[in-house]
């Protein structure tokens, strides 16, 4: 079984910067895509970012297109949201989760067997 272990997040201004770590723990073999997950108050569960065990396959939400970067440290065992260019509507619970699947609709968070405990990022405008 994963442990997954989410960290890096924070307040920061608009227009500023944050990069979010994801650790994974236990029998790390089976996963296949790690993705990146947010959810506002009153808002449902979105995809943000996803990444294959490759690391040459990355996919996002469009709404963080060119402002977010996936990447991951298989040495490590970790996976990295850079966030630049942070706004106001970005602001949520941020939650790291591994599949164990090998195809499917990466960005929804049926994909995924396996979740963090979530950090919170906060942009102020």
């Known amino acids: 079984q994963v442990q997954l272990v989410e960290s890096g997040g924070g307040s920061v201004q608009a227009g500023g910067s944050l990069r979010l770590s994801c650790t994974a723990s236990?029998?790390?073999?089976?996963?296949?895509?790690m993705g990146w997950f947010r959810q506002a108050p009153g808002k449902e569960r979105e995809g943000v970012a996803s990444?294959?065990?490759?690391?040459?396959?990355?996919y996002y939400a469009n709404s963080v297109k060119g402002r977010f970067t996936i990447a991951q440290d298989m040495a490590k065992n970790t996976v990295y949201l850079q966030m630049n260019s942070l706004k106001y509507e970005d602001t949520a619970m941020y939650y790291c989760?591994?599949?164990?699947?090998?195809?499917?609709?990466?960005?929804?968070?049926?994909?995924?067997?396996?979740w963090g405990q979530g950090t919170q990022v906060t942009v102020s405008s």
């Open positions: 990444i294959y065990i490759d690391g040459d396959n990355t």
């Open positions: 989760a591994s599949a164990t699947y090998r195809v499917g609709s990466v960005l929804r968070p049926q994909f995924y067997d396996t």
């Open positions: 236990g029998y790390t073999n089976s996963r296949y895509f």
